[in-house]
């Protein structure tokens, strides 16, 4: 979680956390909070917190008002590698917000974690782009067309290549007949159950399915 939140500040968006609270230091809390939260899940797996309000002083909120949202993707990317190191698992998908407490003083941080339960499976789609697309209860459609949900200007794919749609308490993978397949992990499949850490191909397009 460190390594990765001190690159994102190492980044273009460094100049704006000189001098207050820095990521790491949200990152530190979010940290201790997952791991005080600790549970046991039905299935006997620990299970911990995935939903976590961040208080600021205003001083330090507006330090980072233009990076905002970039800072909150990288938090939920840094939370759910931190549990996946840890062997810990989620209720829902992560989530992170961050607000403003007038009552605090600068470079102060408050962090309340707490559990958040999914309607259906938990899953999240990194795209090359560094968008993340988070699955839930509807179908997800990929191709050239405009009218998918998530559409590429690649020529190598098709224009309805592939769909994600929810089974249970996970997500099915269906090629659509399209002309170059689709690929898992380096193998061609026609559907396939996607599991944590799965590379899809579609084209020369790679995405990275990552559950919790």
């Given amino acids: ?7 994102f500040v190492e980044g273009a968006v460094g100049r704006f956390f000189r001098g207050g609270v820095r990521p790491v230091e949200i990152g530190h809390r979010i940290a201790r909070e997952m791991a005080d939260s600790r549970s046991v899940g039905v299935k006997g797996q620990p299970v911990v917190a995935n939903h976590f309000s961040v208080r600021l002083a205003p001083a330090d909120l507006e330090r980072f008002a233009e990076v905002k949202d970039s800072l909150v993707r990288e938090l939920c990317d840094a939370t759910r590698d931190h549990a996946r190191e840890e062997g810990w698992t989620f209720m829902g ?3 992170v917000v961050i607000d403003t407490d007038e009552s605090l003083r600068a470079g102060t941080i408050e962090v309340d974690a707490r559990m958040k339960e999914a309607d259906g499976g938990v899953g999240v789609l990194h795209l090359p782009t560094g968008q993340q697309v988070v699955l839930g209860e509807f179908v997800v459609t990929m191709g050239r067309l405009p009218e998918c949900t998530i559409s590429f200007d690649d020529p190598n794919i098709s224009r309805e290549h592939a769909s994600i749609r929810p089974d249970g308490d996970g997500f099915i993978l269906t090629d659509n007949g399209s002309t170059n397949g689709t690929l898992v992990n380096g193998t061609p499949i026609t559907a396939h159950r996607l599991a944590d850490g ?8 790679i995405i990275e399915f990552r559950a919790g």
């Fill in 1 to 7: 979680m460190e390594r990765r939140l001190e690159r």
């Fill in 93 to 95: 998908p992560v989530q």
């Fill in 198 to 205: 799965d590379r899809i191909d579609l084209g020369a397009t």
